[in-house]
T-cell receptor, first 116, second 115 residues
Framework: SQKIEQNSEALNIQEGKTATLTCNYT??????LQWYRQDPGRGPVFLLL?????KEKRKERLKVTFDTTLKQSLFHITASQPADSATYLC???????????????FGKGTHLIIQP | DTEVTQTPKHLVMGMTNKKSLKCEQH?????MYWYKQKAKKPPELMFV???????INESVPSRFSPECPNSSLLNLHLHALQPEDSALYLC??????????????FGEGSWLTVV
């Protein structure tokens, strides 16, 4: 069965360092992978999308890599700040084909804590 | 702020009640979604509407009944729910086109408590 694993339930990082979150998947061939941020009691907020033919995407302090051979994505936040503390969700999509609107399958998320 | 608006933000209902959750988006998106999220769990897909037609039902019990009156609106009708159905219900939308990936934008959710 399809499985998405995010490296840890919680990750503590000191302010200013780079936080690296991992997303591994099995029995899945996604057309794209997305990362979302979710704060307590709120809906997920889209951060970055990377397609299967792309190796790396950047947006401000965020960087995502996608290795379809390893079936892994890495999500980096550089110069981390306490405001970056949240749960980060990895999500895969595009495997079911059809018209493109096939929803996403989410990993369990990593709770990131940036300590001052 | 999200461009997907959900009402109500909080809903408490009895097991014999009938209620509805509502969702609206004005981004011109042609795909809309309902997800369910329990505490400390990831969102789980329930339904997908594509061009106002139900395209995916993830084996959701019939006590949940989705409706898409037009491309901007999505409802979730609730009837005879169980306490274990208490959760955060998230509405989302996307362009719904095949090319370029399918970024999904979420609303803030409706907190449902079944008593």
């Amino acid at each position: 069965s399809q499985k998405i694993e995010q490296n840890s339930e919680a990750l503590n990082i000191q302010e200013g360092k780079t936080a690296t979150l991992t997303c591994n998947y099995t029995n899945y061939s996604p057309a794209y992978l997305q990362w979302y941020r979710q704060d307590p009691g709120r809906g997920p907020v889209f951060l970055l999308l990377i397609r299967e033919n792309e190796k790396e995407k950047r947006k401000e302090r965020l960087k995502v890599t996608f290795d379809t051979t390893l079936k892994q994505s890495l999500f980096h936040i550089t110069a981390s700040q306490p405001a970056d503390s949240a749960t980060y969700l990895c999500a895969l999509g595009g495997a079911k084909g059809g018209g493109g609107a096939d929803g996403l399958t989410f990993g369990k998320g990593t709770h990131l804590i940036i300590q001052p | 702020d999200t461009e997907v608006t959900q009402t109500p933000k909080h809903l408490v209902m009895g097991m014999t009640n009938k209620k509805s959750l509502k969702c609206e988006q004005h981004m011109g998106h042609r795909a809309m979604y309902w997800y369910k999220q329990k505490a400390k769990k990831p969102p789980e897909l329930m339904f997908v509407y594509s061009y106002e037609k139900l395209s995916i039902n993830e084996s959701v019990p019939s006590r949940f009944s989705p409706e898409c009156p037009n491309s901007s609106l999505l409802n979730l009708h609730l009837h005879a729910l169980q306490p274990e159905d208490s959760a955060l219900y998230l509405c989302a939308s996307s362009q719904g086109t095949r090319t370029g990936g399918n970024t999904i934008y979420f609303g803030e959710g409706s907190w449902l408590t079944v008593v």
